[in-house]
């Protein structure tokens, strides 16, 4: 299998077609059951996106562990690299989408971008959020037992993916996938509290 790097992460790429030997995939996964389950909004967003409802995806159904490495990370308020959280393969169509969910550990929260910038839309959700028609992503703080916030790292989730949708695109839509996958990060990182996210509907 063939790997593509996109913004320093490595996506899967099948290979070429009609390759002797290709070998086609089966039980492929809903878009309720890839990256340990989206809900019902989440997973409506992501159809829009790939334009199918069979995926492959790591980590597989019901599995959603943290990355190796980013808990120290947050730890050390030190972040060093990109984290893969979830990475999607649309199947069952032409020209396969890169797709992806990330996350980084920030010392701080860096400025906000210009608000004369067309193409994005700014949310309530964490620190910040800010949703486009490639993605989305967000800002929280992630303060553990005995650290205060104002000492506390930032964690920058983001939700992208390429080419451009095919289907109606949702910066709502996707917002709120990515606010889910944080939320869920969050709780297992133990600081959900300081986080400020919920599962409740993002609001512009």
Do not use: W
Request: with cysteine; net charge neutral; hydrophobic share 35%.
């Amino acid at each position: 299998m063939l790997l593509v790097a996109l913004g320093g992460a490595l996506f899967p790429l099948a290979g070429c077609s009609g390759s002797a030997d290709e070998t086609p995939r089966e039980n492929y996964l809903t878009s309720h059951e890839v990256c340990g389950g989206l809900s019902d909004s989440a997973a409506k967003t992501l159809r829009a996106v790939a334009g199918t409802d069979s995926f492959s995806s790591e980590p597989k159904q019901g599995s959603s562990a943290l990355p190796s490495d980013i808990a120290e990370e947050v730890k050390k308020s030190n972040g060093e690299k990109e984290h893969v959280l979830c990475s999607i393969e649309p199947e069952k169509v032409k020209n396969r989408q890169r797709i992806g969910l990330y996350a980084r550990v920030l010392n701080e929260l860096p400025d906000a971008p210009d608000e004369r910038l067309r193409g994005n839309m700014s949310f309530k959700v964490g620190l910040r959020g800010e949703a486009s028609s490639l993605g989305s992503q967000l800002y929280f703080v992630c303060a553990q037992e005995g650290v205060g916030p104002d000492r506390a790292p930032v964690i920058k989730t983001e939700f992208r993916y390429a080419p451009a949708s095919r289907g109606e695109v949702s910066y709502k839509g996707n917002m709120q996938l990515l606010n889910e996958v944080s939320y869920r990060l969050a709780k297992q990182l133990s600081c959900q509290q300081s986080s400020d996210l919920n599962m409740k509907q993002v609001t512009e």
